[in-house]
């Protein structure tokens, strides 16, 4: 029996709306005319349907690698309906690609008919294993699992992968913890740029006039630098993948130049750096872990130098991350265009910027000011209307 969901008018004519699914694929259509005329035209229909999902049944044959080829093959296919313009950004499908290749390494399955819940959840378990032990929160957590239980539905849906029940952990996400993202003031950059060690130093430098990620900070190759302009190149190494931006990471498609004033380019330079411009005082570079660690233990010398040395002062409560909003957030009170600002920070749209790196009052003056030099535009076209004559 063909089922109904609503009805609908059409020039003079009764119709409805029928709806099928298939392997959880929902399809729906219009057809018009009286029962009998729906009722066969539906059956020819779902018959159509069907046929058309036979290539979509489970193949316990197929292997993980194939699947997720398939998986990225359709990510790169997929086109708005409106615009046909691609629906997901280069970006997101390496993030995919990424967390798809992580759980190869972890969980190391070979064909899909044996993957089953327990090696989606150990995964999780893994992932939030080595969060907790490189010191981070679980932000990379929840993105991996987003994108690897989005990956599993879409084979579920399209027959690649065996039905699994994901709900435990759609509901149980891991709680991230609450970054100190602050816009920092002329008196703390100050403070930080007077006790900070050295190292420290230049990473404050080079965050704040660069705006820098912290792992672009401490992957920074001192060859990128020319000391004579104080431009310098955020990109990876071409000929040693493990220098420079990391080679797994999504930021090697940031590649941007940035500016360094002449005191942060001599400060680098007084460091004598040999291939990284930051490292550790044995010379080695630093990573995900250590650098977190080396800021804390940096910023807890400079509140402590700040107790002794300084009248009445309040303690400083930040992460590398707070120079990039400080940047953000004083390049727009300096005037800059919110459009320059979103491409020096590398930012694919101005939303993104708004949303995490530019303080909320300083948005609302810059829209402040653009309605303003907007009104001055239109005060001339004002001043031409037809004047109002009054009776």
Known sequence: MAKTISSFKKEGRNGKRYRKQINNRVYEKYFCGNKEQREYAYKLWVAELEKENKSRQYDGSKTWAYFVSAFIKYMRSEKDAKTGKPVWRERTIKEYQYALDHFKT?????????????????FRRAKVAEAQKAGDDNYGVNKDMGCILRALDWGMTEGFVPFIDLTPLRNTPKRTSAPVVKVLTPWELSMLLKYSSPVMQVAVRMGLEGNLRPEEMYNFLVSKVDAKTGIAWVSHNDENKSAGIRAWTVKRDKERPVFFTPQTVKAIFALRPKTYIITNSKGKPFDDSTFSKEWAKNLKDVNDQIIRHEDNSPKIVC????LRKTHTTYMMRAGAKE???????????????ERHYIEKETLRQTERQKRLAHLERMKEFVLKLPEMVQK
């Open 106 to 122: 972890i969980i190391k399955p070979h064909y899909i008919k044996d993957l089953a819940f327990e090696d989606v959840a150990a």
């Open 319 to 322: 992460t590398a991350k707070s």
């Open 339 to 353: 459009e320059d600002v979103s491409l020096y920070v590398s930012h694919a749209d101005t939303k993104t910027t």
